[in-house]
Structures are given as structure tokens and as C-alpha cells.
T-cell receptor, first 114, second 114 residues
Framework: EAQVTQNPRYLITVTGKKLTVTCSQN?????MSWYRQDPGLGLRQIYY???????DKGDVPEGYKVSRKEKRNFPLILESPSPNQTSLYFCASSKQGVMIGELFFGEGSRLTVL | AQSVTQLDSQVPVFEEAPVELRCNYSSSVSVYLFWYVQYPNQGLQLLLKYLSGSTLVKGINGFEAEFNKSQTSFHLRKPSVHISDTAEYFC????????????FGTGTRLTIIP
């Protein structure tokens, strides 16, 4: 089954404690992206990757890091989480070119930073 | 750069009534347009897309949307809604040249009243 898998789905942590949200896709997609969803703000892009070892900032990259060492995986790293990073996070993937826009989303990871 | 405006944050509709969810975009270049649906506690999934050709596009679950270039709109419609259509709906736009990013609107929450 084609899918994007995120872990953990739910996480409560404290300020400053490093955490990683994993994302894996089994569709051999070149493009992967992270979004955060906040009430009234819709989805905002954090980082994206056009292919292995190619990453770039989205609209709200501050406080986040990513890496793309393998095509299927695109982890999101919060080095020192703060309460304003409490949000619902989505990973998404797509084929390249015109297909960017036809995104497949994971089920989301709800993060609370105390 | 492109932007998207979803004029209604919440739309309540009686079951079996028609619905229209409004989406307007702004862009200096030609665009591709998308509607995504997010059911409660799930990720987003593609509902329909406009890339080129016929301005009336049909999607899953009986939804359709019409691209109106002169009014820069891409409104989503369904002639008769069902309880299962309760969800949040996001309009999204990207430029048609190169690998431009996808920009999401802030979403419209559709509530179906029995």
C-alpha cells in the first residue's frame, strides 16, 4: 500500500529537549516536504527536499533542521524545542515536476512543547 | 509568488443541500490549482486538480471545481452533501513553471447538519 508514515503520532516534550520526527515514504518519490498546521493559519511549509542530499527552506524554517540521506526518509529535527513549536506536523511526498502539488500526506504528528 | 484566499473559515450546510466553498488566488504567472480534504484526525488527501484544459474539473466523492481565470477563482462545489463530507477543505496553488512551491489557503471547515 502506498503511504507516508510519520512517527511519533503524538508527543509531549519539554523545552530544550531535542527530538526527531521521522517520515518515510514507499512510493519512490523524489520530492518530500514538512508542513505545520496551526488554527487559522492553514499549512505552512517548513522545509522541502527535491531529491537526496538536496534540501531547502520553506516559509517557517526557524528552529528546525532536516536531512535527506536516503530517498525514502526525511526526518524533521527540533534541536531545542520551544512552546511556539507546539503544532500539528505533516510530512508529504510527490513525484517531481508538474506532480509537485499532487502531494501524498502522512497522518500527522501532534507535538506539544511544555 | 502566489497566494490563496479562502473567504469562509466555516460553512454549515444541511444534509442533501448544495455547497460552494470559495477560493481566490493571486499570481503573476499561470497556475496549477488544487483542492485537498482533511477528514478528522487524518492527513490531507487530494480531492481534485486543475492543470490545463477544461476549466471544469471533477474529483472524488462527487465534488467539482471550476477554474475562472478572469475572476482568479477556483470554487469547489457539490450538488448534494452527505454527513461524511464533514471535513476541512484546503485550496492550494502553485506556479506552472519550474519547480515552484505549493501554497495553501487557511482552510474552510465544512459542517453538515443532519
Amino acid at each position: 500500500e502506498a503511504q507516508v508514515t510519520q512517527n511519533p503520532r503524538y508527543l509531549i516534550t519539554v523545552t530544550g529537549k531535542k527530538l526527531t520526527v521521522t517520515c518515510s515514504q514507499n512510493m519512490n518519490h523524489e520530492y518530500m516536504s514538512w508542513y505545520r498546521q496551526d488554527p487559522g493559519l492553514g499549512l505552512r511549509q517548513i522545509y522541502y527536499s527535491m531529491n537526496v542530499e538536496v534540501t531547502d527552506k520553506g516559509d517557517v524554517p526557524e528552529g528546525y533542521k532536516v536531512s535527506r540521506k536516503e530517498k525514502r526518509n526525511f526526518p524533521l529535527i527540533l534541536e531545542s524545542p520551544s512552546p511556539n513549536q507546539t503544532s500539528l506536523y505533516f510530512c508529504a511526498s510527490s513525484k517531481q515536476g508538474v506532480m509537485i502539488g499532487e502531494l501524498f500526506f502522512g497522518e500527522g504528528s501532534r507535538l506539544t512543547v511544555l | 509568488a502566489q497566494s490563496v484566499t479562502q473567504l469562509d473559515s466555516q460553512v454549515p450546510v444541511f444534509e442533501e443541500a448544495p455547497v460552494e466553498l470559495r477560493c481566490n488566488y493571486s499570481s503573476s504567472v499561470s497556475v496549477y490549482l488544487f483542492w485537498y480534504v482533511q477528514y478528522p484526525n487524518q492527513g490531507l488527501q487530494l480531492l481534485l486538480k486543475y492543470l490545463s484544459g477544461s476549466t471544469l474539473v471533477k474529483g472524488i466523492n462527487g465534488f467539482e471545481a471550476e477554474f475562472n481565470k478572469s475572476q482568479t477563482s477556483f470554487h469547489l462545489r457539490k450538488p448534494s452533501v452527505h454527513i461524511s463530507d464533514t471535513a476541512e477543505y484546503f485550496c492550494a496553488v502553485r506556479g506552472s513553471k519550474g519547480n515552484e512551491k505549493l501554497t495553501f489557503g487557511t482552510g474552510t471547515r465544512l459542517t453538515i447538519i443532519p
